[in-house]
């Protein structure tokens, strides 16, 4: 009886991981490169990568921290993720080998999986005699990681004001340790390029009076000409501790790519899983609020993956492959 009851258990257990087993091909495993901890990519992306892998038939999404658009671009490129967040510049530059990468040459490995949201460039200071960029002007600024997207949009900006790095005393430091240092008094303001609010930038303005520094329309005007990746944005008064008034700045697009051998079908199902349920999950991560399938279809330097592609032609927008 004890054999008989034995083989009957291993009979079951040898079905049960026959089961198990059979379902694992049919699921698409994919490793989300976000960005730091004090950032919005990295927040918001967990909330992506955690609903898809609850909700969408046929793939596993894990969020990972990352170090910024251009480092995500090479973990997609050496293979250490599938899908990344990206700033809409870096991503063009990666793809054209320009810029950033103009020394290590193109990635173009990746595909637009959907553009989500604008972010904004954020410059933010302890000193209320800092109103303008043109007050940086020797003073102690982080402008962000070298190499980094913050490194150029900040290079871009100093630029529109007449500025180089050669006019300011730059330090190159991501959100987290800009935020540490300007607390310290060791740097005067920071470029912070993030979806606001930003943790970094919140976590501040609980401890300390915080100011955004804003940028003129002619300014803006000129900086538009010159880049046009950029659009003008307004930081809403109430959006930090301490904030009684909107603060114009610019932003750019912070898009979702995918690697282009990643299955058509896992990433209409992570594009619909992402626009589909946006409404009804703004209270897991305020960001889901600013999602729209027109602003999602907006991108036309880099073509779409073909699983977004079917997604989006299927809401009746037509988008950019490369087939």
Known sequence: MKKIFALILTLVMV??????????????????????????????????????????????????????????????????????????????????????????????????????????????????????VADLKGKRVSIGAAGSGVYFNAVDILGAYGMTEADIIPTYQGFGDSANSLKDGQIDAAFVVAGAPTTAIVELATSKTTYIVELEDTYIDKLLKASPYYAKSVIKAGTYNGQTEDAVTVAVGAVVLARNDIPEDAI????????????????????????????????????????????FAEKGFTVPTAE
């Open 15 to 132: 079905l049960s991981m026959a089961a198990c087993g059979s379902k694992d091909p049919e699921v698409v495993k994919m490793r989300f490169v976000t960005g730091s901890e004090s950032g919005t990519y990295y927040a918001f992306g967990g909330a992506i990568a955690q609903h898809a892998t609850n909700n969408a038939a046929g793939i596993e999404v894990v969020g990972l921290a990352g170090s910024g658009s251009k480092a995500n671009c090479q973990e997609l490129q050496a293979g250490n993720a599938e899908l990344a967040f990206c700033q809409s510049d870096v991503m063009a530059y990666a793809y054209n080998g320009t810029n950033l990468f103009a020394t290590e040459g193109k990635i173009d490995n990746f595909s637009t999986v959907a553009a989500l949201y604008m972010e904004q460039v954020q410059i933010v200071t302890l000193d209320p005699s800092i109103k303008t």
């Open 268 to 311: 209409y199902a992570l594009t619909a899983d992402i626009f589909d349920n946006a409404a009804s999950l703004v209270s897991t991560h305020a960001k889901y609020g600013e999602l729209s399938l027109e602003f999602g279809a907006s991108i036309t330097a880099v073509p779409y993956h073909p699983g977004a592609a079917k997604y």
